[in-house]
């Protein structure tokens, strides 16, 4: 709790006053080392699996093949740590509604689509993939390993001794066990910190990275709050975390950058045009996700950016039909119907609506959209079905 109110009182003050002695935007980065080959044998063996995957990630039923977002989110890496540190990056976008990024330590990068619908902007796409681009160029992979090793080894021989000694070795045990844990969270804030130095040397704002935890945060208490769960939030990791807590990243993140403030450019209108090709198909699976509270909060925050389109209305009246509640099916009916005039006419549409009328005793109205559906779509894969309820 004092650690808590220190960090808060620390992220007030920075806001507040801006603080004492601003550091120029442009901090010097660390230097790099292009081609890097694996040194040791733990290197390689990594890499070798890291090979095996990426290969396997090539023929990915997962993978996205759409030139145009693939070579965007590549884009948007190399403005972000600088050309030399990106050209040997290969990236791939794989189809899972989540947000995540990962980066291996031959170079491969993988980004959700989950991220990509959740990210505001270009800047706080950024802010995400510098900081696992971060990951990558602190060697964490391979330090990781060997702490990992080194503590379960360590591990293994305390219980043998325990045993052979009939000692209580539980304290030990938990101390390396901890170990684990803490190196992994020190790992993460330091991929954090230097990510925030990319954020700097780009054309994109700082304040970014603290941004894309605080949208986590609110995403997480509205799928708790639908969920009737209660918030989680903290600012100490727990016993068993492998990640600082996101509230700690937010504040340590916003003070940071708080000490070069800088305006720079979010781009919004370049990220969304950019994931317009795929936002049908993400909308469509994250509503998928069994996650009310989440989705429509998330539906919400889209609909500040673009207004209530269309395809924002359908996908809000699937997941009011999907939860199914009976005031849902009315509400989901009127939704369908707004989008409909909004000129999202799809054959989906009329599908959505017809079933959400018919389960709300609305007969007539309800056969009636589901003629138009079949109109629409003649050859759709449930017309047998739909014709059985027009009927």
Same mark, same amino acid.
Request: charged share 20%.
């Given at each position: ?5 220190k ?31 694996p ?25 996205? &093949? =759409? ?9 948007v ?10 050209r040997?990056? &290969? ?10 990024? /990962? ?49 379960? =080894? ?47 040397? /780009? &054309? ?14 609110a995403?997480? =208490? ?11 939030? &903290? ?42 090709p795929l ?18 909060y ?24 999907e ?22 006419s ?20 309800g056969?009636?959209?589901? /003629? ?7 050859d ?12």
């Open positions: 709790m004092k650690l808590g109110l960090l808060l009182l620390a992220t007030t003050a920075a806001i507040l006053l801006g603080g004492a002695a601003p550091e120029p935007k442009a901090k010097p980065l660390p230097p790099y080392t292009a081609a890097y080959e040194q040791t044998v733990d290197e390689r063996g990594l890499w070798m699996q890291a090979d095996e995957y990426e290969a396997r990630l090539r023929s990915s039923a997962l993978l996205i &093949r =759409d030139e145009q977002v693939v070579n965007y989110v590549r884009r890496l190399c403005e972000t740590v600088g050309e030399d540190r990106c040997s990056v &290969r990236v791939y976008v794989l189809e899972v509604p989540a947000f995540n990024a /990962s980066m291996y330590p031959n170079g491969a990068m993988t980004v959700w689509t989950g991220l990509l619908l959740r990210a505001r902007n270009e800047a706080e796409l950024a802010a995400v993939l510098g900081h696992e681009f971060a990951h990558f160029e602190l060697r964490h992979s391979v330090q990781g390993f060997k702490q990992s090793r080194g503590a379960t =080894d360590a591990l293994a021989w305390v219980q043998l001794l325990g045993a052979i000694s009939n000692t209580d070795v539980s304290n030990s045990q938990w101390s390396l066990i901890g170990s684990i844990y803490r190196f992994s969270r020190q790992q993460e804030q330091a991929a954090d910190l230097l990510g925030l130095d990319y954020l700097r040397n /780009s &054309r994109y704002p700082a304040a970014s990275a603290a941004k894309v935890w605080q949208h986590i945060m995403e997480a =208490d509205a799928t708790a709050a639908g969920r009737l769960y209660k918030n989680k939030h &903290r600012y100490a990791a727990g016993f068993f975390d492998s990640h600082p807590t996101s509230l700690a990243r937010a504040s340590y993140l916003q003070v940071e950058a708080a000490k070069a403030p800088d305006s720079g450019d979010e781009d919004v209108n370049g990220h969304q045009a950019a994931i317009a936002r049908e198909r993400l909308l469509a699976a994250q509503v998928k996700l069994n996650d009310f509270g989440g989705t429509d998330l539906l919400n925050e889209l609909a500040k950016i673009h207004g209530w389109t269309g395809q924002l209305l359908f996908a809000r009246a699937e997941l009011y039909r939860r199914g509640n009976p005031r849902d099916l009315v509400t989901a009916s009127q939704l369908y119907d707004e989008a409909i005039k909004a000129g999202h799809t054959p989906e549409a009329y599908r959505g609506m017809g079933l959400a009328l018919l389960k709300s005793g609305e007969t007539s109205s056969r009636s959209a589901l /003629s138009e559906y079949l109109r629409l779509k003649p759709a894969g449930d017309a047998k079905i739909i014709q059985t309820l027009v009927k």
